[in-house]
């Protein structure tokens, strides 16, 4: 039983058709292929850190994978984490959170350094380990997402309000990173 209709749902605001049942798994949603996304971009900034020799450029890279993992941990704690609860287990939403403020904490020491003083280069190097870690929690075989896409929210919709907070947020965070 509970496999009937869930579909039509009263929060449904846009107009576009959408198939009764897509959860074919060809292609992600968009709340996660946006997700995927942010995290192959900022992958890519960690590799691109350990090639850096000029402190000046390592300072503006660093400020770029802040901002990146404000933004994004915000968007996953303010709509993604939140509105998964039931589809996905307590535990591995709890530890997400938990994650997060261990990233944000790191990113607020090395925020206050200066690239060259000591442990600058490790403390950037140590988050890029643990995002990764983190990352992989997301998006493993079993993990958030998987779960997630299994779940009943509608996570295409979801991603139209991920996009739109994301730019606000990038507006209103990256407007002060100087
Ligand atoms: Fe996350
Ligand atoms: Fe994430």
């Known amino acids: 039983m509970a496999t009937a209709a869930k579909s039509a749902s009263s929060k449904t605001k846009s107009a576009k058709p959408r198939k ?97 003083q000591e442990f600058y280069d490790a403390k950037v190097k140590v988050l890029g380990e643990y995002i990764k870690h983190h990352v992989k929690e997301e998006e493993q075989p079993g993990g958030f997402f998987a779960q997630a896409k299994k779940g009943d929210e509608d996570l295409d919709e979801m991603g139209e309000r991920m996009q739109a907070r994301k730019e606000a947020l990038m507006a209103e965070l990256g407007g002060k990173a100087h």
């Open 20 to 116: 009764a049942t897509r959860r074919t798994g060809r292609r992600d949603p968009l709340a996660i292929r946006l997700l995927k996304q942010d995290h192959r971009e900022v992958e890519k900034m960690f590799d691109e850190y350990e090639q850096l020799e000029d402190n000046a450029e390592k300072l503006a890279l660093f400020n770029q994978i802040a901002l990146a993992l404000k933004v994004h941990t915000q968007i996953e704690e303010e709509i993604l984490y939140p509105e998964e609860r039931g589809d996905v287990e307590d535990d591995l939403i709890d530890e997400a959170y938990v994650e997060h403020d261990g990233a944000k904490k790191l990113i607020a020491e090395i925020e206050a350094m200066k690239p060259g």
